[in-house]
């Protein structure tokens, strides 16, 4: 039987590689996947809370949560091909007509 | 009912006057109305100061609207003596400067009476309030009309000054209003106490929080006071808004905005917290004093006339801060009494001051010489204001620092006479800057020609000079007419104090 | 140690070194093969939590449409250019990734010390099938899924409007 | 069924709403030139489903299962939402015909936001929240990219975007832990297990992940460094908009998360209590140097999201009618700002500087009169909204024990009184510059600034009424 903590715990693991990622990338795709990653670490943690309590609830916020990222990943991509029309770079380093 | 409304229709005379005042067009009708306004707003003031009645204890005229329930806060009006003279000097001051002010403002006119209007209900409210809450929304409010006066119609440097002005006053003021948040949620902590920031019941509660914490209470209203007034280190603010602002600016300013400081101090800071006060008691005496002589020294030095009369605020201040925390009926009489005498000769001063800067356009003491031949009413006019301002018997200014003076040297707050003795130099030093410079802009002969053409004064400015010269004589000569209207509540004042000192030594033993 | 646990030891290393790649490669397309495959793991993750609904909208939905179109962006930008992708740190966001690194060791260490290690909760065997689920969801859960809609659509009108290329009125500049 | 008539009522503002949208979304799609329609029936919208939410004010309960909260609470936030988005609104045809970006997305995509703000203050499920939350950012973060030719607007929007996924990664990851420890995303159970869950670290790491992800969206220090650049380079109408709506939006969330369900430890209130410290004192600083007044603007709405934290960080009634108060009156003398700026600035840059202001009570007396009141009532000067709004705030930090809040928040208020007055100055103390022209001042634009700037009188004379509305919310 595995403990409930070894999942929550590989979940932190995902979170914290996210987190790095976001704060030390400079390329806007990748900082997003850094996103997506982080996102499905917390859909971890609940599935497998859910799992363990047997709530039912854990499993339809992460089908929510799902959708609210493909949501998300339309419209951030839409907004990057935006961007690249102006300014032909996704690197937020050369994003620089307002400072960082 | 209608005295039972009358702070209430003092107070908002001016703003309905100030509203009415946007509706027009034509300048001349708009200056007209606006002193129209003011005039009534006097008149109003003439009429509460001849129905009150100074035998009745407590405050007067009260009015009691609840505002904002949740906070306890109410439309809290009501006057003791004190206030009454303050708010009839403030309307008398608001309608001479505007009358002064007649053809010396000459852009966006409307704005400029519209302001000084909105300022005169802010000045009368803050004499008015029973209520921390409202105190504080008046407090506040009178900045901005004067912030506008100061950068609209003033001199040169009109913008800096402006800033300085209102960023002094509202450092001080909003640790304040921490200070009045503290008092309120105090007040709910007590067994079945609610929130509040009624003065009335406050008096009672105030006391008795703990001396630490009542320090710090004191500290921080004492501050916002000393600011205002102001109290020496703090006074910094005061020539450079004097200086910049306009006439009917620096006559408000110095007439009645300074008094709110002073008033603020008998009103709250001492009656409050009467503890901690004597543990400041020293402190606030030996700034009072240093005041004194420094704001005289200063003011020998000065080239210009406009800066000069300024600096000599701060000398004159002292002398009333040091009557309110010697803490005799002797002393605060005069200190109120003082109040009244230099709004009116300090802003009679400012007035002449305005009137040769219109006529010359210069304000340096060394630009003028021989004036008393070319203008002889200016310069009459000139001499009584700066002698009522040094203090000559039979003149207004006298009376007060005479009554500080003798009550500083009898107090037993202040537990010797050294400090009355070091403050009666002050009054030499006075003679002395006043004479000088009285000697260098209006004797010996002229000797530059622009002087040869200044024209004397007209009507309207006599008209106006004279109605402060009666008060200055008036004072001068029978003082009792306005101490007896304030003697009770300076009574009742230092009663308190002593009662609260008796109540400190017995928990001392 | 049984044979489930060594298992899931795996997945979770593999789970961990392909989320630590997916943020070190240098080629975006690189990073999302290496994501694409993060999420297949987690999906294993979910069948062994009886997740098996999740498990399969894991796969179908994040895996492979959301990361189809990431690649899809990425090559339509021709973003495989690495000219455009230096990688280089400085040092004000390696000392705040230090701080979160730090921060979220606490995290893990009281999360892992304070979960205790519970079993599976009984009748979670068929919880988490596509019938049970749609049973809460229309049931219990119908606002939220209503609002979900909601979003799908303002996000696909938002998407359409940022990446169309002209505009029929002529008045947005370009 | 699990739900039935009287759920749909007490949630018809919500339901009002999106039926509008989407029917706004029909009329943009099958009319050539759909955006002056566009503008007025998303007017008309926003004001009917205000009144239905007047309708539902006393209709305290929940609905859909407990899903969400009805009655007074949602409606208050409703009404400010509302508001915020009617005055935006109101403001944006005239200057979307000047940036010349006039479509009818715009107008859709602010009602999705509005919807999704609606949606986060009457959530009573974590789950709801998130959605409603989810549904309000995407919908901005296309907003802010609306000028789409404008590189400085796109960037607005893919920084916007990026903070605000990394927030929702916080946000969600403490709603699972939250979750872990009650099993369960119900406010109300959550309330019920408090005393059971009270001691376990795992619900605190979890509000403290979601404090950090709202604080994003509050725009707190440290979490803040987005919201200039986003403000600046999004359109002036939808600066606004954010700095307002999005803003109440989430401390409609955070009294939910933390005045309604999960009841702060002292050492969470204390954290709170050190961001808002930060965030009044490091926003007001940093907007002193500010020449952009877009710029300034932002740097004081994060300031201004510190003093309504000192509402969160005091966690008692006081605190809770001082955020409610603050964010309406928040909302119209921070929509009053960026609406002057709006109606002045036009395509070429000009009106965006604060130097660009100077005379213009010369040239535009009125308009200059406005902005001085707004700025007054953001510094904080009775008998303002702003005034009395801070007054509450600060007795709620001295009520709980924490008077430094207070000085700390006063102190604060000075420095800003400086920034705020040199916006004054520049338009009344200095001269108008030679050759200056004036601009064209569009009747509608001026309609937006005088309701706000009535309004922020009125809320400052007549407090009393307002807070009667925020007592008994749930």
Known sequence: MIPLGYYIGLSAILFTIGVVGVLTLRNAIVIFMSVELMLNSANLALIAFSAYSGDPAGQILVFFVIAVAAAESAVGLAIIIALFRNKLTVNIDEVNVLKW | MFETHLLSYIIFTPLVGAVLLLLVRNETIVKSLSILFAAITFILTVVLYLTFDAAKPGFQFVEYVPWIYSLNVAYHLGIDGISLLLIVLTSFLTLIALVASWSSISKRVKSFNFFVLLLEVGMLGVFCSLDLFLFYIFWEAMLVPMYFIIGIWGHERRVYAAVKFFIYTMVGSLLMLVAIIWLGYYASTLPGGTFTTNLVELYSIAPTIPLGIQTWMFLAFTLSFAIKVPIFPLHTWLPDAHTEAPMAGSVLLAGVLLKMGTYGLLRFSLPLFPESAFKFLPLMAILAIVGIIYGAFVSMVQKDLKKLVAYSSVAHLGFVVLGIFAITVESIQGSVIQMVNHGLTTGALFLLVGMLYEKRHTRLISDFGGLARVTPFLATFFMIAMLGSVGLPGLNGFVGEFLILVGAFKSDFLGTPAYAIVATSGVIFAAVYLLWMYQRVFFKTVDKPENEKIKDLNVREIAVLAAIVVFVVWIGVHPITFLSKSEPAVKALVDTMVKAKVGALGALR | ?174 | MSFNYNDMIAVSPILFLSAYSLLLLIVDASLKRPANICYWLTLVGLVVSGFLTVFTYNASGNAFNGMVFTGRFPAFFEIVFVLSAALSVLLSKPYLEKERINFGEYYTLLLFATLGMMIMASARDLMVLFLGLELMSISLYVLAGFVRRDAKSNEASLKYFLLGAFATGFLLYGIALVYGASGTTNLSVILERFSVTQNDPLLWIGAALILVGLSFKISAVPFHMWVPDVYEGSPTTISGFMSTGSKAAAFAALVLVFSYSVHPSWQLQLVIAYLAAFTMVIGNLIALVQTNIKRMLAYSSIAHAGYALVGIAAANSLGRTGVLYYMLAYTFMQIGAFGVVSVLENKEGKYLQISDYEGLANKHPVIAALMALFMFSLAGLPPLAGFFGKYYLFASAVSAQMTWLAVVGVLASVVSVYFYLNVVVSMYFKELPEGSTSVAISKLGATALIIAAAAVIELGLTPGYVVALTERLF
């Open chain 3, 1 to 174: 140690m049984n044979l489930e646990l060594v298992v899931f030891l795996i997945l979770a290393a593999a789970a961990v070194v392909s989320a630590i790649l997916v943020i070190t490669r240098k080629n975006p397309v690189t990073s999302v093969l290496y994501l694409v495959f993060n999420f297949f793991i987690i999906a294993i993750l979910y069948l062994f939590l009886r997740a098996q609904f999740i498990a399969i909208i894991q796969i179908t939905v994040y895996a492979g449409a959301i990361m189809v179109l990431f690649l899809f962006v990425i090559m339509l930008l021709n973003l495989g250019d690495d000219k455009l992708l230096k990688w280089k740190l400085n040092s004000k966001r390696t000392i705040a990734s230090l701080i979160g690194l730090v921060l979220l060791a606490e995290i893990l260490y009281y999360v892992v010390n304070f979960v205790s290690a519970s079993s599976l909760a009984p009748g979670s065997e068929s919880m988490g099938t596509v019938g049970a689920i749609g049973k809460i969801l229309y049931r219990n859960y119908l606002f939220p899924f209503e609002i979900t809609s909601i979003l799908l659509l303002a996000a696909m009108v938002g998407a359409i409007f940022l990446a169309k290329k002209r505009f029929t009125e002529g008045s947005d500049g370009d």
